[in-house]
């Protein structure tokens, strides 16, 4: 039982190029998540998804698209990445408490 | 809306010392709370959570009290260690929100032996 899984670990990104975060639950749950999180500062909700096939917007989706195709699998997109988006991405799962991987840290530059 | 205030720090102490990080909360309906910690370069990991008034969440040594008549969630551990340092967050969620999280903005905690 793995828990929550991210993957890559580590990226390094130029300004202009794409990528996909994947991030992987055996839990078989529900609901699951996309946050950011900012040298000294909390998590901020990027996308979330109540189910296989849903997404929905959190607090920063802006230049972030998801795809809930599979349960236990959720993937974050960064079609054309900025300097801004230069952060460590963190995936949870919930069935009622979330339980988060170990992040994915990106450096844009 | 839903929020989260907790007691931001930084806070030090010496080790066998007492820890209390205090956490109040605001929500329309009955959430549940959590207790979260990071340490250094990791990810958020469930420290303990209470899902109805007076429950009792415990973990490691960790404490904390669901207290509906004082909307608070306070963090407590009686005798700290130096591996006890990180940065734990209080947070809520409501299934009507989708079991998303409202989180306080982090307490950081250096534990000194």
């Known amino acids: 039982n793995a828990g929550v899984t991210q993957t890559p670990k580590f990226r390094v990104l130029k300004t202009g190029q794409s990528m996909t975060l994947l991030c992987a639950q055996d839990?078989?749950?529900?609901?699951m998540y996309w946050y950011r999180q900012d040298p000294g500062m909390g998590l901020r909700l990027i996308h979330y998804?109540?189910?296989?096939?849903?997404?929905a917007k959190g607090e920063v989706p802006d230049g972030y698209n998801v795809s809930r195709l599979k349960k236990q699998n959720f993937l974050l997109g960064l079609e054309s990445a900025a300097p801004s988006q230069t952060s460590v991405y963190f995936c949870?799962?919930?069935?009622?408490?979330?339980?988060f991987g170990p992040g994915t840290r990106l450096l844009v530059l | 809306g839903d929020s989260v205030t907790q007691m931001e720090g930084p806070v030090t102490l010496s080790e066998e010392a007492f820890l209390t990080i205090n956490c109040t909360y605001t929500?329309?309906?009955?959430?549940?709370l959590f207790w979260y910690v990071q340490y250094p370069g990791e990810g958020l990991q469930l420290l303990l959570k209470?899902?109805?008034?007076?429950d009792k969440g415990s973990n490691k040594g960790f404490e904390a009290t669901y207290r509906k008549e004082t909307t608070s969630f306070h963090l407590e551990k009686g005798s700290v260690q130096v591996s006890d340092s990180a940065v734990y967050f209080c947070?809520?969620?409501?299934?009507?929100?989708?079991?998303?999280?409202?989180f306080g903005a982090g307490t950081t905690v250096t534990v000194r032996a």
């Open positions: 949870a799962s919930s069935a009622g408490t979330q339980y």
């Open positions: 839990m078989n749950h529900e609901y």
């Open positions: 998804s109540v189910g296989e096939g849903t997404t």
């Open positions: 929500a329309t309906g009955y959430p549940s």
């Open positions: 209470a899902t109805k008034a007076d």
């Open positions: 947070a809520l969620s409501l299934r009507s929100n989708d079991y998303k999280l409202s």
